[in-house]
């Protein structure tokens, strides 16, 4: 061979022909096989050598070439399985204790998998509409930068559209795609709150989104030309045609020139509106910034390589392109890479500018999935370890039917199938059960989150059922394996001799370590559970440095806020008003540059615009100096700053001493402003921020405004009502936002919530299963020690002794569970969960042992129940019957 | 079982087993056939007939020794019989006595 590396063909394939093959012929075949194969890469190339190679191996299995017995066995196994289904069902019917313990605990563990299944399938087929989606391309910005946090960005610049579109070899189409388009569309009396996108005629031809009405190649080319969604046109025409038409968006007018067909549930981009790009950049005519190779926020740039594009080619390209541009820049460097499309919602996360509006859709982590599809698999395996147990428990039972079908002519393989197959047979009918439960759950977790509602329907398909069902075989087989293997082995001499003597007995160790995972995962999920709903619990708590009580935050959305405020204040509910800029603590920011005496030490403050109302309303607590002494009205005329101690800490303004900092200039987004106040530290960000340097300014008109109004009322879903009512007369047209602010910091922290519902309920499902494993286990082994006991209370042995040497086993089996679950999710906590919360409170021994103490109390009561029943049988008639 | 009967593809493999002596396997007589008779042949469909031919007595076979090509494995080297060398002669002949009945004539009409 000329080349070094040696070619082998497929092992697989050898050995198929190797297993099918008489063993007289096996040889020279596979010999002449190989000499094919090793010619074949010579003339054809390795890849394609394989291929024949696997072909050939399929063509050779012929009568002649078929040793005889294989099939007599497929033959046999075909009849068989009849028999197996039908001892399987009868099996199944007679010990049903055993069948309700494994259908019941399957169908429940199941039903999680089922919920999970279908919650990838759904995710997977995002964006599968698009004819050329498995060629389509995002650019993604990767920022590297001296004055801000770098990182991966799915949003990119206009100039890398339009360089990429100029430059760049073997792409067939771009689109530049500028994001945040929203205003109120105007049509007569119709008047309709719309979002979208400016986007260009490419867009039509990169995606598959067909047009109703009007042209695809030109729709979206002039400026001031709308395409609207099918029901968009129909809220703002009703039935009348709408093309060629005039809408008024805010103060600009622009034409219809296209209906599409509505955005399909499972796209990673919706909008209800697109506006043709050249509209923004009319708009934008003066303004370098706006095509900067910097200006990287708010646009998104797609690329369909040309069929069989060399994709390296056009990375290197893209490097080689950025390389140029990044020239010019002194502070930034921006790297351009390719995500495909698929890879958008579920893949690697991907930054958004702060404060823009989120736009890259639903998203889903892969790691996410991976840590639900473990904990999936953790609960299931949990239940197939109750099948594996209970079967091998119920061993002395069934060993007699083992033997007598060995001594028939039974061989191991067929032994085997017969357990997998009853195996099987009670997960599938698990299946039917669990199915009616995914029905049940899954309204329950759509609804779970508002995040959910959005990226999954959960709509059942013919894809979802086959994976539905191929998982319940799944699950089977893995149940049936470990009891499979063991009577298979079981030799009919033994099975016909003194049964107790069968080597049953050694598998003692794999049933308690099995018994003893089971517990041990659950115990991890429960103690999961109540250390994180403390640390939830606390973090909902935690003393944010300001009041939030009873403050509902009325969002004005664009509205000037004084008709509202004077309404407001004639309520005798509203005991104080403010406005502000932003709401604080909940994940929002504000952010500027601050400078102090050294010009060239600048550092990024957290920012908030309040009126003078703002601190006594939320009860900050200022440390020196007081509240805002000038009422400016507008932005330029804004002097006066109040900061907190992390701003003096920072700069050592005053040697850090807040009285002395007061009076001092400091620069603010390039405006000199005195410092009048300074306010004690507060979590401006989220609890697992750490607090950083924040300063206030005074609250103008030209600002959004949000007001803040502290209620007292003994019925606040009636306050609220009222003041939705005065809202509505102010604005009709946009839906009113109001949120009491401590509902604001629930729902910033809803990610937390929705794991700990989800850990939550699956622990329940552990201890659910777990239980009814040890139920059943406690149920056999108390009846094959029925004997024992009699004769130990014959001997004189009382109740209490009984109880204690049938749980024993159990008790030692649950505390080294224990002393394995609580370190373990103790330091998980510490080590890994709480370390991103640099003001979290200590996990506290309570919550660690009150899951321990649940666990135990149910076992205890389980295994109690049944050991005492047969402690108080009596001796005569166990002892009796033989 | 058809009688001693040869098929035509069975009649070409047998006499390329009789023309390469001491190297007639499998896959030589493939190729052998291929360069011969100028139609692809299928090692399969070779595999096939040969192994037919030695159920009817045609041929015989040994395993051969072990070499570093083939992944080791040895090759089975095909012999005819004394049956299946009168199947050939018994073929030729009869062909031979048919071409002999066929007049000159025929062949200036055509």
């Known amino acids: 061979m000329k080349e070094q590396r040696e070619h082998h063909p497929p092992s697989w394939a050898q050995r198929f022909v190797e297993w099918y093959c008489k063993p007289g012929l096996v040889e020279d075949l596979t010999g002449d096989l190989h000499e094919c194969f090793e010619r074949n890469v010579q003339s054809m190339g390795p890849r394609r050598a394989k291929l024949i190679y696997i072909i050939d191996a399929f063509k050779f299995f012929r009568s002649y070439t078929v040793r005889s017995s294989l099939f007599v066995n497929l033959f046999t196994n075909r009849i068989m399985i009849g028999s197996y289904v039908k001892t399987s069902g009868r099996n199944i019917m007679r010990n049903k204790l055993f069948s309700f313990i494994n259908i019941l605990g399957l169908a429940i563990s199941m039903s999680v998998g089922l919920l999970l299944i279908a919650f990838v399938l759904d995710l997977r087929s995002y964006d599968r509409f698009h004819k050329n989606g498995e060629r389509i391309y995002r650019i993604t910005n990767v920022l590297t930068s001296k004055s801000e946090d770098g990182g991966k960005f799915a949003s990119t610049s206009i100039k890398t559209g339009r360089l990429i579109r100029e430059k760049v070899t073997g792409i067939e189409e771009v689109a530049i795609m500028r994001n945040d388009f929203s205003g109120d569309a105007k049509v007569g009396d119709n008047i309709l709150p719309i979002k979208g996108f400016w986007a260009e005629p490419s867009f039509f031809r990169i995606f598959t989104f067909p047009m109703v009405e009007g042209n695809a190649a030109t729709a979206l080319k002039d400026p001031y030309s709308v395409v609207l969604t099918e029901t968009a046109a129909r809220k703002l025409f009703g039935n009348q045609a709408a093309v060629g038409k005039t809408v008024k968006i805010d103060t600009l007018a622009y034409q219809v020139t296209g209906i599409m067909k509505d955005v399909p549930f499972f796209s990673h981009i919706s909008f209800e509106a697109l506006v043709s790009l050249s509209t923004a950049e009319q708009i934008n005519k003066g303004d370098n910034h706006f095509a900067a190779w910097t200006n990287m926020w708010s646009n998104s740039v797609y690329i369909l390589p040309s069929e069989n594009a060399d994709m390296a080619a056009i990375r290197s390209q893209l490097n080689a392109l950025a390389r140029e541009e990044n020239l010019a820049e002194e502070n930034t460097k921006i790297q351009l890479e390719l995500l495909p499309l698929y890879n958008i919602v579920v893949g690697e996360s991907l930054r958004q500018s702060e404060g823009g509006p989120g736009f890259t859709g639903p998203h889903v982590p892969r790691v996410v999935l991976w840590i639900l599809g473990g904990l999936a698999f953790v609960v299931i395996l949990s239940a197939c370890f109750n099948y594996t147990n209970l079967s091998i428990a119920r061993a002395m039972r069934r060993i007699k039917e083992i033997g007598l079908r060995k001594a028939i002519g039974a061989g191991k393989s067929q032994v085997r199938l017969q357990f997998l197959a009853e195996a099987v047979m009670i997960s599938l009918a698990a299946l039917l059960l669990s199915f009616l439960l995914f029905l049940v759950l899954r309204p329950v977790l759509i609804n779970m989150a508002p995040e959910m509602q959005r990226t999954v329907k959960l709509n059942l398909t013919p894809a979802m059922v086959a994976a539905f069902i191929v998982f319940s075989v799944a699950v089977g087989i893995i149940a049936g394996f470990l009891p499979a293997i063991f009577f298979s082995k079981v030799s009919p001499m033994s099975a016909f001799g003194n049964v107790s003597s069968v080597k049953m007995f050694k ?93 060239r030490d600048s550092v990024l403050v957290m920012t908030n615009h309040i009126d003078e109302n703002y601190l006594p309303l939320h009860d900050y607590k200022l440390l020196a100096g007081g509240n ?54 507060f979590h401006y960000g989220k609890v697992e921020n750490l607090i950083g340097p924040v300063a206030f300014t005074f609250w103008t008109p030209e600002d959004r405004a949000i007001i803040s109004a502290r209620i007292q009322s003994s019925d606040m879903p009636a306050t609220v009502a009222r003041i939705e009512s005065i809202w509505k007369k102010i604005d009709r047209v946009h839906p009113f936002m109001a949120e009491f602010y401590d509902k604001a910091i629930e ?22 299963i777990a239980s009814m494993g040890l139920f059943g286990m406690v149920v056999f082994t108390t009846e094959t020690r029925l004997k024992e006991i009699g004769i130990r209370k014959v001997m004189g042995a009382s109740d209490g002794n ?51 103490l649940t666990v135990l109390l149910i076992a205890f009561i389980m295994i109690g129940s049944q050991t005492l029943k047969a402690a108080r049988s009596n001796p005569v008639a166990v002892l009796k019957s033989e | 079982m058809k009688g001693t009967n040869l098929g035509e593809f069975e009649e070409l493999v047998l006499l390329t087993v009789a023309a390469l002596i001491n190297e007639a396997y499998s896959v030589a007589i493939c190729d052998e056939l291929s360069d011969h008779t100028g139609r692809s042949v299928k090692l399969g469909v070779v595999h096939a007939v040969l192994n037919r031919l030695e159920e009817k007595g045609l041929v015989k076979s040994e395993l051969g020794e072990a070499t570093k090509a083939r992944g080791g494995k040895r090759k089975r080297f095909y012999q005819l019989t004394m049956q299946g060398k009168a199947a050939l002669v018994n073929a030729k002949s009869m062909r031979d006595e048919l071409w002999a009945r066929i007049p000159a004539l025929v062949w200036k009409k055509m």
């Open chain 1, 507 to 599: 598998h003692l160790t794999l049933r308690r370590s099995l018994v003893v995972i089971q517990y041990t995962v659950t115990l991890i999920f429960i103690t999961t559970t109540a250390v994180g709903y403390v640390q939830y619990k606390n973090i909902l708590a935690f003393d944010l440095g300001f009041k939030t009580a009873n403050i509902l935050n009325i969002n004005m959305q664009d509205n000037k806020p004084d008709v509202l405020m004077k309404e407001l204040s004639e309520m005798p509910e509203v005991t104080a008003l403010s406005r502000s800029l932003i709401t604080t603590g909940v994940g929002n920011a504000w952010g500027g540059n601050m400078k102090y005496k050294d010009s």
């Open chain 1, 628 to 681: 805002f002494v000038a009422r400016p009205v507008t932005a330029q005329a804004v002097g006066e700053v109040i900061v907190n101690q992390q701003v003096l800490k920072r700069f050592n303004i005053g040697g850090n001493n807040p009285e002395k900092a007061i009076g001092e200039q400091i620069t603010l987004n390039g405006r000199k402003m005195t410092i009048v106040g300074v306010m004690q530290d």
């Open chain 1, 802 to 852: 009984l109880i204690y040497l049938l749980s024993r086993g159990f008790l030692l089996l649950l505390s080294v569970s224990a002393l394995i679950a609580l370190p373990v999710t103790y330091f998980f906590f510490k080590i890994v969960v709480l370390r991103n919360f640099p003001y979290h409170t200590p996990v506290q021994i309570p919550e660690l042992f009150v899951g321990l």
């Open chain 1, 747 to 768: 729902d910033a922290y809803s990610e937390f919530s929705t794991m700990i519902k989800i850990i939550g309920f699956l622990s329940f499902l552990a201890i659910s």
